[in-house]
């Protein structure tokens, strides 16, 4: 609204006149969208791979910190030898695409390249970003896809412009997990109300793609991975947050439990150590129904030192107080 009324009725994309023949389009808007949504799980699929190699390299050649993030500089180095307008955000090839100024090959190539690219950035642990690459990658889907709907369907297809833009409102929608916001983005870049349904349908459908295979979008996936179910509420990431040595008895206390039984448990492989969290302890307490679980020292070579015991009734305790206060802080 502020850029309206200081700059005018002016976007940033300028499309055609709407038409009813737009209508007739619908089907391929929809195919984009499922085209779109396999494209973004592959850039995150990619990544994932990538880093999971990364790691894998990393510690078999004992790279350090500096070291593992030069070797990718390197590989990237050797892609921007032949693609130099791959590497970094890549607007203007984005931009190209956009104006349809790249063919259907070109497309194509410089798609697949970029996932590479940003698969080797995000596993040098090089800290890029994903949202101007899934713009890149969404521009050039479409861009490819909309060369092969105006040459197939001549009559009835639109411009391979509209086509990409609604490719990269589409990929970057299932890669950030944010269909609707993407979609007023569009909009906003329109003012096209015929290209908003356009967007609509292909990021909804993209979004449902992505879901499919990689069931969250990328930052969910990425959180997940590191522990955090943040999409699960508070209750399912917050017993990470507790410590079992916070919370155990030590060993020997007069509210404690007497060596002999805790023992018995160890010899049963029932106990958590000292670095586990409540995260460990609630399940095991789920699925022994004990009142309390030995806390043991793991050292190396050496048997598990019993040196306290936690109780499932101070564990319950501890996670009803941090809910109640991450409640508080979120209703404060």
Known sequence: MISRIHMGDVTEFTLPPPTMGFYAELPAFALLG???????????????????????????LRLGT?????????????????????????????????????????????????????????????????????????????????????????????????????????????????????TLIVFEMTGDYQAAIAVMIATS???????????????????????????????????????????????????GVSDSAAQALVEQGAYVTLDDTLAVALPMFERLKGAFLPVVALRDDAAPELVGALFHVDALKAMNRVLVDTHREEHS
């Open 34 to 60: 499922v085209v779109c949504g396999f494209a973004a799980v592959a850039m995150i699929r990619a990544i994932f791979i990538a880093e999971r190699i990364g790691d894998k390299v990393q510690r078999r």
């Open 205 to 255: 459908l993209a979004a449902v793609v992505s879901q499919r295979y990689v069931r969250k979008s990328f930052f969910l996936t990425q959180l997940a991975r590191a522990g955090v179910a943040l999409a699960a509420g508070p209750e399912s990431w917050l017993p990470r947050t507790i410590a079992v040595r916070r919370l155990m008895r030590v060993r020997g206390a007069e509210d």
């Open 66 to 182: 500096i070291q593992r993030p030069a070797v990718a500089g390197a590989m990237l180095g050797v892609i921007a030898v032949g693609f130099p307008h791959i590497i970094g955000v890549g607007y203007e090839t984005t931009s190209r695409a956009l104006t349809m100024g790249l063919d259907f090959w070109a497309c194509v190539l410089f798609a697949a390249v970029k996932v590479v690219a940003v698969a080797v950035t995000f596993a040098g642990r090089m800290g890029g970003g994903i949202f101007s690459p899934s713009l890149m990658l969404g521009a050039l889907t479409g861009a490819a896809f909309g060369t092969v709907a105006t040459h197939a369907f001549p009559a009835m297809a639109g411009s391979e412009g509209l086509y990409a833009m609604i490719g990269m409102g589409a990929v970057a929608a299932a890669v950030l997990g944010a269909p609707i916001s993407t």
